[in-house]
Antibody, heavy 119, light 107 residues
Framework: QPYLVESGGGVVQPGRSLRLSCAASAFTFSRYTMHWVRQAPGKGLEWMTAVSYDGRNKYYADSVKGRFTISRDNSKNTLYLQMSSLSAEDTAVYYC????????????WGQGTMVTVSS | DIQMTQSPSSLSASVGDRVTITCRASQSVRIFLNWYQQKPGKVPKLLIYAASNLQSGVPSRFSGSGSGTDFTLTISSLQPEDFATYYCQQSYTNPVYTFGQGTKLEI
């Protein structure tokens, strides 16, 4: 079964940076667009960003544009999210997600990593 | 940007009830509409893709319908394990996706 494992979450001070990783296994990582989705405590799901299969095309929600950078290393089957200028509003569980079957939907999700922005 | 609006935001129902949740898009998304279920502390799970296609392994009591701007998720006979939060998601602007705000289904 394909699966994704996020890492890199933790507590970070406002204004600082943090990088999240998402490692893929049993999944042809290099074939698929990868996404990050977040969920603030007690809130809904928010799509944040995506990167094309080859890393050339990147897409961002307005809420993170200019502050967050998505990237991938297909040789390591790993997705990244570089977050900067963090604020309390960025406190959330961060999920990586994709389609393992070519659907226009997320049929594979990581378990999530919690990011808490607090002084 | 396409906005997705779900109704109701919360819903109380009983085991055995038939339940319908609605999702409306701010512009046509054709049939590029997906539904997810999320239980507390758990990862979202894909239920329905492309408006009406049941994801593998999902019970047949779940069904989806609609096209354009108006969509519904129906649970024909609620089971105890169905109490969760449900989200719609448009994938028309793939790979830029948008979720609805969620519908919490409570006992």
């Amino acid at each position: 079964q394909p699966y994704l494992v996020e890492s890199g979450g933790g507590v970070v001070q406002p204004g600082r940076s943090l990088r999240l990783s998402c490692a893929a296994s049993a999944f042809t990582f290099s074939r698929y667009t990868m996404h990050w989705v977040r969920q603030a405590p007690g809130k809904g799901l928010e799509w944040m960003t995506a990167v094309s299969y080859d890393g050339r095309n990147k897409y961002y929600a307005d809420s993170v544009k200019g502050r967050f950078t998505i990237s991938r290393d297909n040789s390591k089957n790993t997705l990244y999210l570089q977050m900067s200028s963090l604020s309390a509003e960025d406190t959330a569980v961060y999920y990586c997600a994709s389609s393992a079957s070519g659907l226009d939907a997320f049929d594979i999700w990581g378990q999530g990593t919690m990011v808490t922005v607090s002084s | 940007d396409i906005q997705m609006t779900q109704s109701p935001s919360s819903l109380s129902a009983s085991v055995g009830d038939r339940v319908t949740i609605t999702c409306r898009a701010s512009q046509s998304v054709r049939i590029f509409l997906n539904w997810y279920q999320q239980k507390p502390g758990k990862v979202p799970k894909l239920l329905i893709y492309a408006a009406s296609n049941l994801q593998s392994g999902v019970p047949s009591r779940f069904s989806g319908s609609g096209s354009g701007t108006d969509f519904t998720l129906t649970i024909s006979s609620l089971q105890p394990e169905d109490f969760a939060t449900y989200y719609c998601q448009q994938s028309y602007t793939n790979p830029v996706y948008t979720f609805g705000q969620g519908t919490k289904l409570e006992i």
